[in-house]
C-alpha cells in the first residue's frame, strides 16, 4: 500500500499545511504546523488504506491453500461484520503513523530549509 498511501499522504499533507500555513493568527509555530499537517494526512493515509492492509492480512492468515479473490473475501468481510471490519486496527496504525510522520517530516522541512540558506 506504499503506492498510494504515498500518494494520499503527501496530497493531503500538502492541502493541511497550506491550511494551516494560512491562518491568520498563525498559533502555531513551524513544528507544530508539520505536525498537524502530518497527523492530518496520516488520518487520510490510514483510512484510505486500511480495507487493503486488512484483506492483505486476512489473506496472509488464510489456512486455505489458495486464497478466495480479494473482492469476495471483501463481500464476506462486510456481510459478516460491516464496513467498519474493513477499518480493524485503525487506531494503531494512525498512531503509529502520526508519530512517523511528524518526525520524519519535521526533519525532512528542516534540511529543506537549510539546504536553501547554503544556495544563497
Known sequence: AYL?????????YGGARAAVGDASARPFG???EQYIAST???FWTVFVTSPLDVLKTRIQL??????PP???MA????AS???LG?????????????????SVISVYEHLKLVCKKERH
Open 4 to 12: 498510494p498511501g504515498g500518494s494520499v499522504w503527501w496530497a493531503a
Open 30 to 32: 513551524p513544528v507544530a
Open 40 to 42: 492530518w494526512a496520516s
Open 62 to 67: 488464510s489456512k486455505e491453500s489458495r486464497s
Open 70 to 72: 480479494l473482492l469476495s
Open 75 to 78: 463481500r464476506s468481510l462486510v
Open 81 to 83: 461484520e460491516g464496513v
Open 86 to 102: 474493513l477499518y480493524r486496527g485503525f487506531l494503531p496504525r494512525w498512531s503509529q503513523a502520526s508519530i512517523f510522520s511528524g
